[in-house]
């Protein structure tokens, strides 16, 4: 790998890196932006989220984008925007996305401070004919998912846990088999990607890096930042290109101040091994 480059810098936090349609788009928390850079580093507002702290984006097949936050919504071709699916029965507030290549919908969230009774993340299932169910609970904040390029995998990054767990994917878009996919002792995984060895890239804003890992526990891969990485991505034209969304973090009681401060960046180093599966 060669060094970190910057390519956007001046942001507030930056979330949820997906490669879309030759850029980078992502959620730029504390605005109510998300944004689409090339790389060449030229960007531009390309549609309007929530504006707080905790949401992401990702696609349907049919290129209508998923919005989460205290809801699920999804931008219309006419710039509407309407509620995807009501989650409310389930829980309040959504935070990571990941639509899988059948068009299954993946969503976390639920109460993310530490429970009396043991965790309370959940993952919801939104499937293609709209019908919604929660299909896991117990999660120690879950944050970051993927699913693997034959869809039978969903991956989620446990950041109070410090590991990444793994589900079975049934063909209803169910999940089952829970596991333990890689530990990641003294580590808080956020955002991930995938990639063609069957690794995953996982960045932590504490440790203020971005990790490579194999299933089982294996560290193949660390980038040292100067500030925290809040998620990763692999892009580009031949998904070689890990692009790294970091910021300074100073806790939520001084989420407006580190807002102003515009410490976010997006940086970009090349990557060994394409990217694969979604997003």
Same mark, same amino acid.
């Given at each position: 790998?060669?060094?970190?480059?910057?390519?956007?810098?001046?942001?507030?936090?930056?979330?949820?890196?997906?490669?879309?349609?030759?850029?980078?788009?992502?959620? /730029?928390?504390?605005? #109510?932006?998300?944004?689409?850079?090339?790389?060449?580093?030229?960007?531009?507002?390309?549609?309007?989220?929530?504006?707080?702290? +905790?949401?992401?984006?990702?696609?349907?097949? !049919? =290129?209508?984008?998923?919005?989460?936050?205290?809801?699920?919504?999804?931008?219309?071709? *006419? =710039?509407?925007?309407?509620?995807?699916? *009501?989650?409310?029965?389930?829980?309040?507030?959504?935070?990571?996305?990941?639509?899988?290549?059948?068009?299954?919908? @993946?969503?976390?969230?639920?109460?993310?401070?530490?429970?009396?009774?043991?965790?309370? %993340?959940?993952?919801?299932?939104?499937?293609?004919? %709209?019908?919604?169910?929660?299909?896991? *609970?117990?999660?120690?904040?879950?944050? $970051?998912?993927?699913?693997?390029?034959?869809?039978?995998?969903?991956?989620?990054?446990?950041?109070?846990?410090?590991?990444?767990?793994?589900?079975?994917?049934?063909?209803?878009?169910?999940?089952?088999?829970?596991?333990?996919?890689?530990?990641?002792?003294?580590? /808080?995984?956020? +955002?991930?990607?995938? !990639?063609?060895?069957?690794?995953?890239? @996982?960045?932590?804003?504490?440790?203020?890096?971005?990790?490579?890992?194999?299933? =089982?526990?294996?560290?193949?891969?660390?980038?040292?930042?100067?500030? %925290?990485?809040?998620?990763?991505?692999?892009?580009? $034209? #031949?998904?070689?290109?890990?692009?790294?969304?970091?910021?300074?973090?100073?806790?939520?009681? /001084?989420?407006?101040?580190?807002?102003?401060?515009?410490? %976010?960046?997006?940086?970009?180093?090349?990557?060994?091994?394409?990217?694969?599966?979604?997003?």
């Amino acid at each position: 790998m060669n060094e970190l480059r910057v390519l956007l810098r001046d942001l507030a936090y930056v979330e949820s890196p997906r490669w879309h349609e030759g850029r980078l788009w992502f959620a /730029h928390w504390g605005t #109510d932006e998300i944004i689409a850079v090339d790389l060449e580093g030229r960007s531009e507002v390309a549609a309007n989220g929530p504006g707080d702290l +905790g949401w992401s984006i990702d696609w349907l097949p !049919d =290129g209508r984008l998923l919005v989460t936050g205290p809801e699920l919504v999804r931008h219309e071709p *006419d =710039g509407s925007v309407v509620q995807h699916a *009501d989650l409310s029965d389930i829980a309040d507030g959504w935070n990571e996305i990941v639509v899988d290549g059948r068009g299954n919908v @993946y969503v976390n969230g639920g109460n993310f401070a530490p429970a009396e009774n043991g965790p309370a %993340g959940v993952v919801a299932l939104i499937r293609p004919d %709209g019908s919604v169910r929660q299909v896991a *609970d117990g999660l120690a904040f879950p944050n $970051g998912m993927a699913v693997t390029p034959d869809n039978r995998t969903l991956i989620v990054a446990e950041s109070w846990a410090e590991q990444l767990t793994a589900f079975d994917v049934a063909d209803d878009g169910t999940l089952s088999g829970r596991r333990l996919w890689a530990a990641t002792p003294g580590d /808080h995984p956020d +955002g991930i990607c995938l !990639d063609a060895d069957g690794a995953v890239w @996982y960045a932590d804003v504490g440790n203020a890096h971005c990790v490579r890992v194999r299933e =089982g526990g294996e560290v193949l891969t660390t980038v040292a930042l100067d500030r %925290g990485a809040f998620a990763c991505m692999l892009g580009g $034209g #031949d998904g070689r290109t890990l692009f790294v969304l970091a910021a300074e973090w100073r806790g939520f009681e /001084h989420a407006a101040e580190a807002i102003a401060d515009r410490t %976010g960046q997006v940086l970009v180093v090349n990557a060994l091994s394409p990217r694969a599966g979604w997003p």
